[in-house]
């Protein structure tokens, strides 16, 4: 920005919600979705980073709570699950990997967010191009991507 200064996102995450698609859990796949919507939105106003709550979901010792954050003790917000439940990491890790790896050290290019699409893009240090396409509907979406220039890629 003008002022020299680095915008962050810091510590958000993503809660328990009423909605069947959640499937009353936080590894629901539409959880992936609402982090990349979060992700693109936040490039997109200018942001120069984001981070999760926590990394990894973590029991709270002599707790056996449960609410909007905890499942049985579990803080239960992080891409990694707490390892007494299951190795496997959840959705969103798989999202948020994709992302960190491919719009690292680059320019980010404000997209649209219109229609339940958010679109964004980022051209690498290298030169090289990442375009992030997030559909929040719940039915497929026809897409159009322009560039001002023509690009040396095939898609």
Do not use: C
């Amino acid at each position: 920005d003008e002022a020299g200064k680095e915008i962050w996102l810091d510590e958000f995450g993503q809660t328990r919600n009423t909605d069947e698609r959640f499937e009353g859990k936080r590894n629901a796949p539409l959880n992936a979705t609402q982090y990349a919507t979060a992700m693109v939105a936040s490039m997109n106003a200018g942001w120069q980073t984001n981070s999760i709550w926590s990394l990894a979901s973590a029991l709270w010792m002599n707790s056996k709570a449960t609410s909007t954050e905890f499942v049985d003790g579990v803080l239960d917000h992080g891409f990694l699950p707490y390892l007494g439940n299951s190795s496997l990491p959840g959705y969103h890790y798989y999202m948020w990997s994709m992302i960190a790896n491919y719009t690292k050290n680059g320019k980010v290019y404000q997209g649209v967010d219109e229609n339940g699409v958010y679109i964004t893009a980022v051209q690498t240090d290298s030169g090289d191009w990442t375009v992030i396409v997030v559909n929040t509907n719940n039915n497929d979406v026809k897409v159009s991507i322009d560039f001002e220039k023509a690009l040396k890629y095939r898609f």
